[in-house]
Nanobody, 127 residues
Framework: QVLLVESGGGLVQSGGSLRLSCAAS????????MGWFRQAPGKEREFVAT????????YYADSVKGRFTISRDNARYTVYLQMNSLKPEDTAVYYC????????????????????WGQGTQVTVSS
């Protein structure tokens, strides 16, 4: 069992920045690939970014590439999402997720590849 708790969401003006954190507990954090997804009102949950268990490989959705950065601190059991140059269309509930994709062969951009999920944190970007 892996428990995930997101924090760091809030209200920010367009062009501003936020850093989301996802604290993990339970199983060995360094054994899990981590992902961030988001869900805007009336829309399906979508992939944002992912980072491999050792932090070497990262992938981003085209919509956030160059603006968002995913990172992890395995000693602190935490994954981060630094969000810069925020836009109103980034408004959503942001979720972190974990799974061992290197074992399951799941695709990093598919939400059904991740077994463990946090409760989400709201990010609102005003224009």
């Amino acid at each position: 069992q892996v428990l995930l708790v997101e924090s760091g969401g809030g209200l920010v003006q367009s062009g501003g920045s936020l850093r989301l954190s996802c604290a993990a507990s339970g199983r060995t954090f360094s054994a899990y690939d981590m992902g961030w997804f988001r869900q805007a009102p009336g829309k399906e949950r979508e992939f944002v970014a992912t980072i491999s268990l050792n932090g070497i490989s990262t992938y981003y959705a085209d919509s956030v590439k160059g603006r968002f950065t995913i990172s992890r601190d395995n000693a602190r059991y935490t994954v981060y999402l630094q969000m810069n140059s925020l836009k109103p269309e980034d408004t959503a509930v942001y979720y972190c997720a974990a799974d061992q994709l290197y074992k399951t062969g799941g695709y990093y951009y598919q939400q059904n590849s991740y077994h463990y999920w946090g409760q989400g944190t709201q990010v609102t970007v005003s224009s």
